[in-house]
């Protein structure tokens, strides 16, 4: 997977006894039987016998294996305070399929520093968003309308569960939503606990144009997001509808227009209502799902009327072939009689010949 596999695999972590009891998988020589209807990735988290080294990203972020399960984590290194500990612990106790985890993280300081140094482990997605679109754009391969749809749910789905905790995400790109190749799976990472550190470094890649009214941290992640699923869809990077950083409304609908002629209906319809401009108009994350409900409602009304509609032209087409089948049986029992007519008529014929000549033979006898 990675040409530095090898060379990594002999750099061993610090001791897994290290790992914080925040989240505290028993590590052991072997990894232990998995239980009856275990989550997979609950099972490897807990069952694992160490953590091998495999590539550093940068000099602060490095993959590692879960060994002996093929199965990869990021580990972040850094420092941070113990407000930031206390977030990233409460993470490590999040479950939500669409939300990318953080697992747990050890303690890396020198007990003689003065300043405490933490490896924060969290899955690894190698694809992104951004990605996605380069691979996909080279053969022209849109992305199929459900998996649009799915995408649009899930995230959704992910963001409404962080907003009803009070937090917005609020740093939204093409690099931080990924497509999770072993779930089927759009995915986002929450970067929170780390915005008061660099704030600076903590914005939505696609700003809407609020005008002056009140932003609202929510909405604006829902017009990110809605951008997002947009250069997917259209497999084109949505930066071109700014310029130096101003929305370009004509572009934007440009792009809109576009999208109706690929996803008519329902994905149109969502999206224009996630990049709406008028932020008053412009759902949050929990006016959003009564939109996403509303569309569902209609999607299935749709398909019990498709539904009705096949069961209708079944029933025609079985009376058609019903009448069919009487009318030709009526022909065959027609043209059988015919049959059996044409056949009486005939003898009837032959014998009145047969009567006439033995009467012509009588006539001729006695004249004689």
Same mark, same amino acid.
């Given at each position: 997977?990675? *040409?530095?596999?090898?060379?990594?695999?002999?750099?061993?972590?610090?001791?897994?006894?290290?790992?914080?009891s925040?989240?505290?998988?028993?590590?052991?020589?072997? *990894?232990?039987?998995?239980?009856?209807?275990?989550?997979?990735? /609950?099972?490897?988290?807990?069952?694992?016998?160490?953590?091998i080294?495999?590539?550093?990203?940068?000099?602060?972020?490095?993959?590692?294996?879960?060994?002996?399960?093929?199965k990869?984590?990021?580990?972040?290194?850094?420092?941070?305070?113990?407000?930031?500990?206390?977030?990233?612990?409460?993470?490590?106790?999040?479950?939500? !399929?669409?939300?990318?985890?953080?697992l747990?993280?050890?303690?890396?300081?020198?007990?003689?520093?003065?300043?405490?140094?933490?490896?924060?482990?969290?899955?690894?997605? *190698?694809? /992104?968003?951004?990605?996605?679109?380069?691979?996909?754009?080279?053969?022209?391969?849109? #992305?199929?309308?459900?998996?649009?749809?799915?995408?649009?749910?899930?995230?959704?789905?992910?963001?409404?569960?962080?907003?009803?905790?009070?937090?917005?995400?609020?740093?939204?790109?093409?690099?931080?939503?990924y497509?999770?190749?072993?779930?089927?799976?759009?995915?986002?990472?929450?970067?929170?606990?780390?915005?008061?550190?660099? *704030?600076?470094?903590?914005?939505?890649?696609?700003?809407? !144009?609020?005008?002056?009214?009140?932003s609202?941290?929510?909405?604006?992640? #829902?017009?990110?997001?809605?951008?997002?699923?947009?250069?997917?869809?259209?497999?084109?990077?949505?930066?071109?509808?700014?310029?130096?950083?101003?929305?370009?409304?004509?572009?934007?609908?440009?792009?809109?227009?576009?999208?109706?002629?690929?996803? !008519?209906?329902? #994905?149109?319809?969502?999206?224009?209502?996630?990049? /709406?401009?008028?932020?008053?108009?412009?759902? /949050?994350?929990?006016?959003?799902q009564?939109?996403?409900?509303?569309?569902?409602?209609?999607?299935?009304?749709?398909?019990?009327?498709?539904?009705?509609?096949?069961?209708?032209?079944?029933?025609?087409?079985?009376?058609?072939?019903?009448?069919?089948?009487?009318?030709?049986?009526?022909?065959?029992?027609?043209?059988?009689?015919?049959?059996?007519?044409?056949?009486?008529?005939?003898?009837?014929?032959?014998?009145?010949?047969?009567?006439?000549?033995?009467?012509?033979?009588?006539?001729?006898?006695?004249?004689?």
């Amino acid at each position: 997977m990675y *040409p530095e596999y090898y060379i990594g695999q002999q750099k061993q972590t610090q001791p897994i006894n290290k790992i914080t009891s925040s989240y505290n998988p028993v590590v052991q020589d072997v *990894p232990r039987q998995r239980l009856p209807n275990e989550n997979p990735k /609950d099972y490897m988290l807990s069952a694992y016998t160490s953590l091998i080294h495999v590539i550093d990203i940068t000099s602060t972020s490095a993959i590692y294996r879960v060994d002996p399960f093929a199965k990869y984590l990021c580990c972040w290194t850094n420092i941070i305070s113990q407000a930031e500990i206390s977030a990233i612990q409460e993470r490590t106790k999040w479950k939500h !399929p669409n939300l990318v985890c953080f697992l747990f993280y050890q303690d890396a300081s020198d007990k003689y520093a003065q300043t405490r140094e933490f490896r924060i482990y969290y899955e690894y997605l *190698p694809l /992104d968003v951004k990605q996605l679109i380069e691979k996909r754009s080279q053969t022209s391969e849109y #992305v199929p309308e459900e998996e649009i749809w799915k995408m649009i749910s899930g995230l959704s789905d992910a963001l409404l569960f962080l907003q009803k905790k009070g937090i917005s995400h609020s740093a939204l790109t093409l690099e931080s939503i990924y497509f999770d190749e072993e779930y089927l799976l759009y995915r986002v990472q929450d970067v929170s606990p780390f915005r008061a550190k660099a *704030p600076h470094l903590f914005s939505n890649e696609f700003q809407p !144009p609020e005008n002056g009214q009140k932003s609202n941290k929510f909405k604006n992640d #829902v017009f990110g997001v809605g951008m997002i699923v947009l250069s997917l869809a259209l497999l084109t990077d949505c930066r071109d509808t700014y310029n130096q950083g101003v929305l370009q409304f004509d572009r934007l609908e440009d792009n809109l227009q576009k999208l109706r002629k690929l996803y !008519p209906g329902r #994905v149109e319809n969502v999206l224009r209502a996630m990049v /709406d401009l008028d932020n008053e108009r412009r759902p /949050d994350w929990i006016e959003f799902q009564q939109i996403l409900q509303q569309h569902k409602e209609k999607q299935v009304g749709l398909s019990e009327q498709q539904s009705n509609i096949v069961l209708q032209i079944e029933k025609q087409k079985c009376k058609g072939n019903t009448d069919v089948n009487i009318n030709n049986q009526e022909n065959v029992e027609m043209k059988m009689n015919s049959q059996k007519g044409d056949g009486l008529d005939q003898k009837l014929i032959n014998l009145n010949k047969r009567i006439q000549e033995t009467l012509s033979k009588s006539l001729s006898k006695n004249l004689r």
